[in-house]
């Protein structure tokens, strides 16, 4: 039956919630319970403390720790979970190796196609499956439409023009779309002189006599960023669309790691000289003249002369620091948002898209989210992946695991009955609910650019650096982090 | 003689094969500024392109001709740029400024000091 992700991994179970409660107690009760922890001895080394303690063993973590090391300080890695690559997770029990965090590495990922290639991690394109039925098709208020037949449907609610042609997925970035575009260099969108573009996309497109069922359709259903065109800035998307074009680079296809992308910071955690402590969650992390301490929810404490945090905004808000971090800091820290995923993969016991004619791939406004065929990729059984973000992912994560599964399961088989029995459950992953996550990746609210996050996630605060996907300056996800782990590495240069 | 040889088997069955080739590899030479850049760039006349290009031959030559098995931005073959010490110190200190358009997605070097040891380690480097 339905396998779900242990509980170091992503997962919906009241365990994970109870955990999560833990940790919150935890760095409630800090002042005592580190008190007690120091004055336990730190855990017999057989080597010197280090110079530089690293909190997290994502992608981030990893390329700063590889950058540390290679100019001679001494590191160590605690990580919260028994694996490395946080984010980054292939699910390695299903054939193919599917990706249920970071997926895809565009051309322009430097850091990271630099670390593959270092560490001689193959790659392969990451071409989809070309779909004989056509291209993805389009599920709204109970209705299957085909792409090509979505500019004549009455469910269409743009107005006689350019975007009644372009499908629902694409349509809210294709309106975003300006001439010239608003960004013109991927670093603009922390620049003062855009701060006042930093409004939702609700208020930008209401005002271009954008209604709120467009909104809706365009931004609310199937999120990439966000939940809704009112909790989405529209500055951030510019500056996304501004990335895409520096990543896009010479235009060469997307790539995968063969085996799955977490080969690549498994390769990075294999160079590292002194191991990644695996299990150590961190609640608190204390500062004194001469040096951090990192305290873990079981009371151990690792001591270092400088830290480097590169825990998501959404668990380092789980943290206790002391002394306090600078308020906008800790607000930033504190307010971010991420978005909501929730994922399960299915096999295909007989692809039933040949049965009903239709496209294997579909963009459903239902609990299914959007369907997404990997059985080409994947070498093997035929694979669909429902993958569900914004409110519909809050929706699942609200159920106990079972049920929120067989609601996606049943959304499917209610649109597209001759999936019924075809498909078996082979894993769930809710990113929203877990612990060392919190949600997928970072998405500004409007007005978040223009109160100063942005430089506030990467201001060092006496011994402690920053980093991680949020931090970033210019790239965005896996090339976000390893930038962020890069510049942050630097940073420590300069301060040791 | 037999220490040595004892203390390198405790070593190698200590290291992950990966972490030993990993180590292996020489620290690539250059100042620290070079770290910002070697992940996109090599340096050296005929290694291969990186996201960036290779930029050996890199003085004198005209701004995005140097590799032609290299796709430039439009942008920066239209710069008219031809790369000398104060042409490589604007663009080091803002590439987005000095080529509106460009393709390399790196905020700048904000140290004068650092720009001008890393050109002065770039022409060496890249003859
Ligand atoms: C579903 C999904 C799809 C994505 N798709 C893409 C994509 O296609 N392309 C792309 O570029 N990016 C994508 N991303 C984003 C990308 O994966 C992340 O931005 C990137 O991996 C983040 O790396 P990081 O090092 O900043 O953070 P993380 O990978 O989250 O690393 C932080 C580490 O800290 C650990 N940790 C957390 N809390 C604690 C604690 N209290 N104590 C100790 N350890 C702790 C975590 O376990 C983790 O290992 C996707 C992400 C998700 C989830």
Redesign the interface.
């Known amino acids: 039956m339905m396998k779900s992700s242990r509980h170091d991994d992503a997962t919906t179970s009241a365990l994970t919630r109870r955990t999560l409660v833990k940790a919150g107690l935890a760095a409630a009760l800090m002042p005592g319970l580190a008190k007690a922890a120091t004055t336990r001895k730190a855990p017999a080394s057989p080597s010197a403390p280090a110079d530089v303690l690293v909190l997290g063993a994502g992608l981030s973590g990893l390329n700063a720790g590889l950058l540390l090391e290679e100019q001679g300080f001494r590191v160590t890695v605690l990580e919260g979970r028994s694996r490395v690559g946080g984010r980054v997770y292939s699910l390695t029990d299903i054939p193919g190796q599917p990706d249920a965090g970071g997926a895809v590495i565009a051309p322009g990922y430097a850091r990271l196609l630099d670390r593959a290639g270092q560490f001689g991690v193959p790659l392969r394109p990451l071409a989809s499956p070309v779909d004989k039925n056509g291209p993805m098709a389009i599920h709204v208020s109970g209705q299957t439409i085909p792409a090509a037949q979505w500019a004549g449907s009455p469910l269409n609610p743009f107005p006689q023009g350019p975007l009644r042609a372009v499908p629902p997925y694409a349509v809210g970035m294709a309106a975003l779309r300006t001439s010239p575009p608003v960004l013109q260099s991927v670093g603009d969108w922390r620049e003062p002189a855009f701060a006042d573009r930093d409004i939702s996309i609700a208020d930008y497109l209401t005002a271009k006599g954008w209604t709120p069922e467009q909104l809706r359709l365009a931004f609310a259903v199937n999120p990439g960023y966000g939940n809704s065109a009112t909790d989405l800035s529209v500055l951030m998307m510019w500056h996304l669309q501004e990335n895409m074009r520096i990543m896009a680079a010479d235009g060469s296809p997307v790539v995968q790691a063969v085996g799955g992308n977490a080969r690549i910071p498994q390769a990075m955690a294999a160079a590292l000289k002194t191991e990644v402590r695996f299990n150590q969650q961190v609640v608190g992390v204390r500062s004194d003249a001469a040096g951090v301490e990192a305290v873990t929810a079981e009371g151990q404490v690792h001591r270092a002369r400088w830290l480097l945090c590169t825990l998501p905004a959404s668990t380092a808000r789980l943290v206790r620091f002391d002394p306090a971090l600078p308020l906008l800091q800790q607000t930033a820290i504190d307010e971010i948002t991420y978005n909501r995923t929730f994922q399960v993969f299915f096999e295909v016991a007989e692809p039933f898209w040949e049965t009903d004619g239709l496209p294997a791939s579909m963009w459903t406004d239902t609990s299914a989210g959007r369907l997404m065929p990997l059985g080409a990729l994947a070498g093997g059984p035929a694979l669909l992946l429902a993958y569900v973000n914004g409110f519909a992912a809050d929706l699942l994560s609200r159920m106990p695991p079972e049920q929120a599964v067989a609601r996606v399961q049943e959304s499917i088989t209610r649109i597209r009955p001759a999936a019924a029995g075809k498909l078996r459950v082979l894993h769930h992953v809710n990113w929203q609910d877990d612990p060392f996550a919190g949600g997928a990746y970072t998405c500004w609210r409007p007005g978040q650019i223009r109160a100063g996050f942005a430089s506030a996630f990467d201001a060092p605060v006496g011994r402690i650096v920053f980093a991680g996907e949020h931090t970033a300056r210019l790239a965005r996800g896996m090339e976000g982090a390893m930038e962020s782990g890069e510049r942050a590495a630097l940073q420590l240069m300069e301060l040791i | 003689m037999n220490r040595l040889r004892l203390a390198l088997a405790a070593v190698l069955a200590a290291s992950?094969v990966?972490?030993l080739?990993?180590?292996s590899?020489a620290?690539q030479p250059g100042p620290?500024a070079w770290?910002?850049c070697?992940?996109?760039h090599t340096a050296k006349t005929g290694e291969a392109n990186?996201?960036?290009p290779n930029l050996g031959k890199l003085f004198g030559a005209k701004a995005g001709t140097l590799r032609a098995n290299y796709?430039y931005s439009p942008a920066l073959k239209a710069s008219g740029i031809v790369w000398n010490d104060k042409t490589l110190d604007a663009w080091l200190a803002n590439p987005?400024?000095t080529v509106?358009?460009t393709?390399m997605?790196?905020?700048g070097l904000a140290n004068p000091a650092e720009r001008k040891a890393l050109i002065a380690w770039l022409r060496k480097e890249t003859r």
């Open positions: 992950p990966s972490a080739l990993a180590q590899q620290p620290r770290l910002q070697r992940a996109c990186k996201v960036g796709t987005a400024l509106p358009g393709r997605a790196y905020p």
